[in-house]
C-alpha cells in the first residue's frame, strides 16, 4: 500500500526582493542570517517557482497552488472578503475592498495599517451606515483600517472594473486624483469623507496632535463568482490553510478547502507557537497545511527594510527550524516558498520567480552548495509553476 507523505507549506509573501542600495546591493533575504533554510539548501531540494504571469494579485497565485488549476482566472478581493463572511451578494450588488486613511490639506499623507485598530474601524464603518445606508452603501469592518464596501448604487458599480492605484502610490497625490469614477461615485466618496471628518474619532485625535482618518480608498471590486468555476484538480478535502487575510480565507472557502482564521494578535508571532502546538491534532484529519504568515508582507508593505530582515531570521529560528525537526520526527515533506516576488521600495507583489525548498527533496534538486536566497534562481534549477508544485507528484511517496 502506497502512502502519500503528509505537508506542512509555508507561504510566506514577501520573503524574495530586490537588491537594495541600503543594503550594499543585497537582498533581505540575502542579508539575514538564515542558517536553517541554508541547511536544507544541501539536505533538500530546491525548485524555481514560476509564478502566474503578469501583475496578479496574491490571491490569484494563492488560487494557483491551492486548486491546482493550469488556467488562470483573475478574481478580486472585495468578492473574496464578502465570500470570507458568509454574504452571499445580490445579481445587483457588488462587493469592494476598503482602506481608511488620512489626509492632509487633501493630500493623501498616511495608509499604513497601523492607521486605525480594529474597535475604531468598528466605530467608523457605523457612521458611515447610519449616514449613508439609505445610499445603498454598507460598510463591514475586518481589521485595522481594512473594510469591505456592499454596495448596489449604480454609481459605484460603474467603477468595479476601474484600475485605483496601489495605497503606497497614493502618498503623497491629491486624494481626488486617485478616486475612481465620475462625478457621482465621486460625491458619494466625499460624503464618505465628510462623515469621517467629523466623527468623534478624529476629534480626539486632533487633540492628541495625532493624524486624523478622514477619508477611504476604494479598489478591486466585483460580484461573487460562481465559485465552483475555481476548483482545479487538488483534492482539497484534507487541506487546511491557516490565515489572518479574508480574502485569502475567501479562496480557500471558494475551493471547498477548510480554513483556520487567525484572529488579530494580542503579542506578535503568537500565532507561530499556537500553530506549532496544534500541528499532532490538525494532521490527524489533514493532510496538507499552509501557513499564510503576514510579517513578511506587512514589512514589505510598510517598507520597513530592518523589520523585514529581522522577521526573516525569527522566522528561520522559531518557525523553520522546529518545523524540520517536526518533519524529521514524523516523517513529514516541509515545503518553503513565496507566493509571489516582492519589492519593499514599492510596498507590493511584483513579477519574477522565486524559489523553493522541499524538505525531504523528492524529485526536486538538491544542490551542493549555496545559501537560500534570490540567487539559487540563476543555478540550474527544474522549473515549476505554482500549480505544479501543489501536485501530489512532488511529495516524496513512502511505501
Known sequence: MMVIMKCITCLLQGMTDRPLQNLGGVTPLQKASVPCLDALVQHGGVVAVVPPEGSCSVETALLSFLSGRKSMVTIRRGPLEASSLGYALSPQQRAFSVRFISLGRGVVVDVSDEILSDSEGRSLCDALNAAMGHQGCHYIPLAGPCAMLITDNPALISVEDVEVPHPVDAVGRQWHEVLPGEAEARALMERACSVLTTHEINALREDLEEPIVNALLISEGGHCQPWSML??????????????????????????????????????????????????????????????????????????????????????????????????????????????????????AVPGNVPALLFPAGEAMTLPSGSFNEDLLEAPLPHITLHDLSKPGWRPILP
Open 231 to 348: 476548483k482545479g484538480d487538488n483534492d482539497v478535502t484534507r487541506w487546511l490553510l491557516y490565515t489572518t487575510s479574508a480574502a485569502e480565507e475567501g479562496v480557500a472557502k471558494a475551493i471547498g478547502m477548510d480554513v483556520w482564521s487567525l484572529p488579530r494578535e494580542e503579542k506578535k508571532f503568537d500565532h507561530v507557537a499556537m500553530i506549532l502546538q496544534q500541528l499532532d491534532a490538525v494532521l490527524e484529519n489533514k493532510d496538507n497545511i499552509a501557513l499564510m504568515f503576514p510579517y513578511l508582507w506587512r514589512s514589505t508593505y510598510k517598507g520597513d527594510l530592518l523589520q523585514k530582515v529581522k522577521t526573516i531570521e525569527w522566522l528561520d529560528h522559531n518557525l523553520i527550524a522546529p518545523l524540520v525537526a517536526y518533519c524529521e520526527r514524523r516523517h513529514c515533506q516541509l515545503m518553503v516558498t513565496a507566493l509571489r516576488h516582492s519589492d519593499i521600495t514599492k510596498g507590493r
